[in-house]
């Protein structure tokens, strides 16, 4: 199949390429050439390829460079030598975009409004947020000179903290979310218990370590002063909802009180704070470090898988082999320390018979793009089917829903 059609959407791409991808008797392979990209100087290769691999523009990078050595069975992407400097220097160019540049263009646009400026720009919202040092939407806007009104004590802290919200994806903690930070935003206590576990997700994603507070109204009513990061935080959680990528499936049986929705993504604070864990009197986000969770409160354990172990983030002895092995059964290590007749290896391998249960969250990186940890999909309650070996025990898990397509995918590849 010849590529002679210029498009910047991914989208347009993947139908283009899907007419190749029909299936027929008389056809084992499908080979494209793609001869598309030189038509315009500010054409984005990262778009096709993005959209053929899942990987971020970061680790695009890293993939384009060694030849993409990690995709699917029987798949190849094949690079010219020249098309691969052209392809590799574009995306650079793309990366490469400081807080300086971006405020000028933000300024030439002249909108306040984030998702108009994104889509008009063709940029993803993670650009504006690279670093981690304040970088958001707000300082763009006080930058660029259309937001004039004076910064009120304690926002930049606050703005630091908004790209921990760039993965909310579920309608019920978005609505719940901008309810909490609107002008009359309800009291805690007159929350339910569901809506209560909304509201600590959302406290301590903005204070991992409860920032000086004693309660979580105290918390709320500093940000009802944060006039501009509320506003801030409605337009990111609109993006977030407008591009979300699964579908929520309600919990049901003893989780269906927890906050959550199986196949949405969610960070350590918000995984700490919807099991109880995480509270006043209890253990602060900033200071968990485990990567399984014992919530007693719902007599669950959650296990917090990284697919893709990196040597400089993982030692030999915690490199453990966590992948899929089918869109319903997940094969997982568990810590070294775990024997099968422990306490702990009883109650993963009996957690039927005594009552308890046990949920997986996996995410594929541990750190994102743009700095700080990846969030987890929760991909819901999994049962005990069998086992080997013993510190540590290798458990192959049955899941109650099927793992997402795009999961599956890079789940089945951690396996090789």
């Not at 927890?258 to 993504?265: C, F, N, T």
């Not at 249960?357 to 990846?374: A, C, P, W």
């Amino acid at each position: 199949m010849l590529l002679l059609r210029p498009t910047a959407s991914s989208t347009v791409f993947l139908q283009q390429l899907g007419r190749g991808l029909r299936r027929t008797e008389d056809k084992p392979v499908l080979t494209v050439l793609d001869f598309i990209g030189q038509h315009r100087k500010e054409f984005r290769f990262e778009n096709q390829f993005r959209a053929l691999t899942n990987l971020t523009r970061k680790r695009l990078l890293d993939n384009l460079e060694h030849g993409f050595p990690l995709l699917p069975s029987g798949c190849q992407i094949i690079l010219e030598t020249k098309a691969k400097k052209a392809i590799i220097q574009n995306i650079k160019d793309q990366l490469n975009v400081n807080a300086a540049a971006l405020a000028r263009e933000v300024s030439a646009y002249s909108d306040t409004r984030l998702s108009s400026y994104l889509e008009e720009s063709g940029r993803e919202i993670k650009e504006i947020y690279r670093g981690g040092n304040g970088n958001s939407w707000t300082t763009l806007l006080r930058r660029s000179k259309l937001l004039n009104e004076t910064a009120p004590d304690g926002e930049l802290p606050l703005l630091k903290r908004m790209a921990s919200f760039l993965h909310v994806d579920d309608r019920d903690r978005i609505e719940t979310y901008q309810r909490l930070i609107s002008d009359d935003a309800p009291e805690y206590d007159s929350l339910s218990p569901i809506e209560q576990g909304y509201a600590r997700m959302l406290f301590f994603n903005f204070w991992d370590k409860a920032g000086g507070y004693t309660s979580y109204q105290e918390g709320l009513d500093a940000l009802r002063e944060q006039k501009a990061v509320r506003e801030e935080l409605h337009q990111v959680l609109d993006h977030c909802l407008a591009h979300a990528d699964h579908f929520p499936i309600a919990l049901e049986g003893p989780h269906r009180e927890l906050p959550m929705k199986i196949h949405s993504s969610y960070n350590r604070s918000e995984i700490l704070a919807a099991l109880g864990v995480a509270k006043f009197g209890g253990q602060m986000p900033g200071s968990f470090a485990q990567g399984v969770v014992d919530a007693k409160e719902f007599n669950t354990d959650a296990l917090l898988i990284t697919l893709e172990k990196d040597d400089k983030d993982f030692s030999p002895t915690i490199r453990y082999k966590d992948y899929a092995m089918s869109p319903t059964r997940f094969h997982w290590e568990s810590q070294n320390a775990t024997a099968e007749d422990s306490p702990t290896g009883r109650r993963y391998r009996e957690h039927v018979q005594l009552d308890s249960h046990v949920m997986l969250f996996v995410r594929r990186y541990k750190n994102t793009d743009i700095g700080g940890s990846e969030p987890w999909i929760l991909l819901g309650p999994v049962r005990y089917d069998t086992h080997t070996g013993s510190k540590p025990m290798a458990i192959e898990w049955v899941l109650e829903h099927e793992v997402p397509a795009d999961v599956w995918t890079y789940s089945a590849i951690s396996a090789s």
